[in-house]
Antibody, heavy 123, light 108 residues
């Protein structure tokens, strides 16, 4: 079945930076695009970013573009989200998610999700 | 980017049928996917490709789509179906994923 495990969350002041990691085990990672999705406390799901399987293409939600950077290390089966210039509205649980199909299938159907990592931006 | 609109809350009597809808013009081009989320848990996939169920999802769940909306129907709702449900699709560029605002389902 495999799993995704996020880490790196915590409390940071506005304007600060944080890097999240998502480690994949027991499932194919290197041939699948990967996504970050977040959920503010008591709110709905919000898509954050996607990276292609080879890292050559990246897309971001308008709310994080220019501040967040998605990357991956296929040799380590790990996905990253570098978050800079953090704002209070970035406070959320951040999930990594893998589509059910690999390559360039362009799917928004995620059959694997991590347990989430809480990021709190507060002074 | 395109938006997906869901009713914030829906209720259904135990054993009855409920339809959860998601409105948006995305579905003219891209299929709908539905996720179920229980409190404190990550979302789980319940429907994709408009009407395909992952293994382990009961057949009381079904999906449908029209030109400008998608629906998730639960026929014979059970207490364990009480959850938040989110629809998702792609925006017009195809590069961004879009989530609906979510529907909280209460089983009475």
């Amino acid at each position: 079945q495999g799993q995704l495990v996020e880490s790196g969350g915590g409390v940071v002041q506005p304007g600060g930076s944080l890097r999240l990691s998502c480690a994949a085990s027991g499932l194919t990672f290197s041939t699948y695009a990967m996504h970050w999705v977040r959920q503010a406390p008591g709110k709905g799901l919000e898509w954050v970013a996607v990276i292609s399987y080879d890292g050559s293409r990246k897309f971001y939600a308008d709310s994080v573009k220019g501040r967040f950077t998605i990357s991956r290390d296929n040799s380590r089966n790990t996905l990253y989200l570098q978050m800079n210039s953090l704002r209070t509205e970035d406070t959320a649980v951040y999930y990594c998610a893998r589509p059910y199909c690999g390559g360039d299938c362009g799917s928004h159907t995620f059959d694997h999700w991590g347990q989430g990592s809480l990021v709190t931006v507060s002074s | 980017s395109s938006e997906l609109t869901q009713d914030p809350a829906v209720s259904v009597a135990l054993g009855q049928t409920v339809r959860i809808t998601c409105q948006g013009d995305n579905f003219r081009t891209f299929y709908a996917t539905w996720y179920q989320q229980k409190p404190g848990q990550a979302p789980t996939l319940v429907m994709y490709g408009n009407n395909d169920r992952p293994s382990g999802i009961p057949d009381r769940f079904s999906g449908s789509i029209s030109r400008d909306s998608a629906s998730l129907t639960i026929t014979g709702a059970q207490p364990e179906d009480e959850s938040d449900y989110y629809c998702t699709s792609r925006d017009s560029s195809g590069n961004h994923v879009v989530f609906g605002g979510g529907t909280r389902l209460t089983v009475l």
